[in-house]
């Protein structure tokens, strides 16, 4: 999906910096996505359903409730102001509930961006994750279902 939107003047004066995108993600207020907001996680192979804005606000308060602590580390970020994008790459990290341990898993994730209603909101996450970690959690976690 093209997006044609120009809004590389918010990003250009840092009015939404990458930081701010990024603390985003992990506090996941809806009001900073876009009303047609996607998010998809990649490998394909996971099998994992995409999201829209509502399921994925819900995502990350499921995901952020099975750990006593979790952050998410930006290691690089790269902003492509002309398509209105960034690629973040990050650490994430945290300890299990039921003391199940520690976690860590990396992955990229793919920001679009758009301007809606005067405000520069996410559009589209694409986030490919380490996959052999992402497939342990669940089996990990089957005690909380």
Partial sequence: ???TAKISP?????????????????????????SNFTHQILPASLTMPNRD????T???????SIFTMFAMV????FK??????????????????GGLGDWTNECFMVLQMTEENGEVKIESIKEFVGSARAKFLPDQLKWLK
């Fill in 10 to 34: 918010h990003l250009k004066r840092g009015a939404c910096s990458s930081r701010c995108l990024f603390s985003t993600l992990t506090r996941c207020s809806s009001r900073q996505l876009a």
């Fill in 74 to 77: 930006p290691q690089q970020i």
């Fill in 80 to 97: 492509d102001q002309e398509k209105n994008a960034a690629v973040i790459y990050a650490k994430m990290v945290g300890d299990l509930v």
């Fill in 1 to 3: 999906m093209a997006n």
């Fill in 53 to 56: 804005r509502e399921e994925f």
């Fill in 58 to 64: 819900h995502h990350v308060s499921v995901i952020t």
